[in-house]
């Protein structure tokens, strides 16, 4: 992948210096790529909690070793994230203004082992997230060396596609794609399990994901052999049923929060064939 192609961001945040340990306090969405065995905890809300009492993931035994980054990488990777971001702020101020609408850039808040979100505290463990209350993504720059070491999950478009799910949380909720999951977690109903509206959400936001590569790839011509077979990899390995199963433990579809690797793969792929928001619409899809 050619990122250096794309222009760089001005909205990362880098606060990697600094962490503060507080309650979780909001929702947040993630893409289903925490680095313990269970992916369960897409959208949650623990209000009134230590972080100890209410983990991020659905086990807190399994936490990933450190990962020590050099300098040089560290900077390589800003600079990845920065031009990632830059192509994703590029495209969907494109997209949003054919329907004459502004595009509101999210901020994204790099953080090494913690951080206090608009959301309230988060721990590495939990893996990049989008915080809806402050329209801030979230990410520790380690995790995608612990998605290598643990999972396979190699290439800069697979971390790329990472990053660009976080960004289609953002965008599903300024044009309200995703309102009957709002709705429904403002009347406190059940949305997760298998077909269940959480992971219509973030099926979704795979789908804005593989939107973006779509016109992302037209503009700049940037992918080379192998991209988008890294981008279905890590669709793939983080699906719901991928996860419990790499856990020694069979698929528990009543848990599911995110979708099964399929249906992941299938939702990134009618994004990235289409480039069309209105191929993303999970909601009303009868068959995920």
Request: hydrophobic share 35%; aromatic share 8%.
């Amino acid at each position: 992948m050619l990122w250096n192609k794309a222009r760089r961001s001005d909205n990362v945040n880098d606060t990697r210096k600094g962490t503060d340990a507080r309650t979780l306090t909001g929702k947040t969405l993630g893409a289903g790529l925490a680095v313990v065995a269970l992916a369960s905890a897409g959208l949650y809300s623990t209000q009134g909690t230590t972080p100890d009492e209410a983990p991020l993931t659905s086990s807190n035994t399994l936490n990933p070793p450190d990962v020590t980054l050099s300098i040089d990488s560290e900077d390589r990777q800003l600079k990845f994230v920065q031009s990632i971001l830059g192509d994703t702020e590029d495209t969907w101020k494109q997209l949003f203004a054919q329907t004459g609408q502004h595009y509101p850039e999210p901020t994204l808040t790099l953080f090494h082992n913690g951080v206090v979100s608009g959301c309230g505290y988060a721990s590495s463990a939990s893996g990049p997230f989008y915080c809806p209350d402050n329209q801030q993504v979230y990410l520790d720059l380690a995790f995608f060396a612990k998605l290598e070491q643990q999972f396979s999950v190699v290439g800069d478009f697979a971390r790329a596609y990472v990053i660009a799910h976080e960004i289609g949380h953002h965008v599903q909720l300024e044009l309200g794609l995703s309102e009957p999951l709002e709705k429904a977690l403002l009347a406190q109903q059940p949305v997760t399990g298998d077909g269940g509206l959480e992971v219509r959400g973030e099926l979704q936001a795979d789908c804005l994901a593989g939107v973006w590569a779509h016109h992302a790839q037209q503009r700049l011509d940037w992918m080379e052999p192998g991209d988008i077979e890294a981008a279905l990899h890590a669709a793939a390995v983080f699906g719901d049923d991928n996860l419990q199963r790499s856990a020694n433990d069979g698929p528990r579809p009543e848990t599911f929060s995110h979708g099964t690797s399929q249906q992941r793969v299938k939702w990134f792929k009618s994004g990235f064939a289409t480039g069309r928001t209105d191929a993303c619409n999970t909601f009303a899809a009868g068959d995920l």
